[in-house]
């Protein structure tokens, strides 16, 4: 593999349900809901796949506004790579955190000040169970 792949993307919605809707009218996306969370998913033929995400409290300034669009990179130990990033002129904004029952992620943002998230599956496909 030529470096860690992107594996999931975040585009910020208003209304979930309505962006989803959008997104695979516009380019025949396949969706999923996650109604435990509230969280709709969707998977882009030949790419990697997404979901959407709720906008913040306008007054916060780290809040999720509209262009906030979160690319998430595979990673096998987001720890180790968060302290790359910092070494490299980046700061971690959120470190590893877990989802339960599905893996964990980090947040950086790079020296422009772009905010970028690390992945790790808890179980990924042909991992020993």
Do not use: C
């Not at 516009?26 to 790419?47: K, N």
């Not at 913040?56 to 790579?81: E, F, H, M, N």
């Amino acid at each position: 593999m030529a470096g860690q792949p992107i594996v999931h993307i975040e585009i910020p919605a208003k209304d979930l349900a309505a962006g989803a809707k959008f997104y695979a009218d516009a380019f025949g996306w396949e969706l999923r809901h996650e109604a435990s969370v509230d969280y709709w998913m969707f998977q882009a033929t030949g790419g990697p796949g997404g979901g959407f995400i709720g906008l913040g409290d306008a007054s916060d300034p780290a809040a999720t506004k509209p262009g906030d669009v979160l690319i998430y990179i595979a990673s096998d130990d987001i720890d180790a790579d968060l302290a790359k990033v910092e070494s490299l002129g980046g700061k971690k904004v959120v470190g590893k955190t877990e989802i339960p029952q599905t893996g964990w992620f980090g947040v950086f943002t790079d020296p422009t000040g772009n905010r970028v998230a690390l992945y790790k599956e808890m179980h990924p496909p042909g991992a020993a169970s």
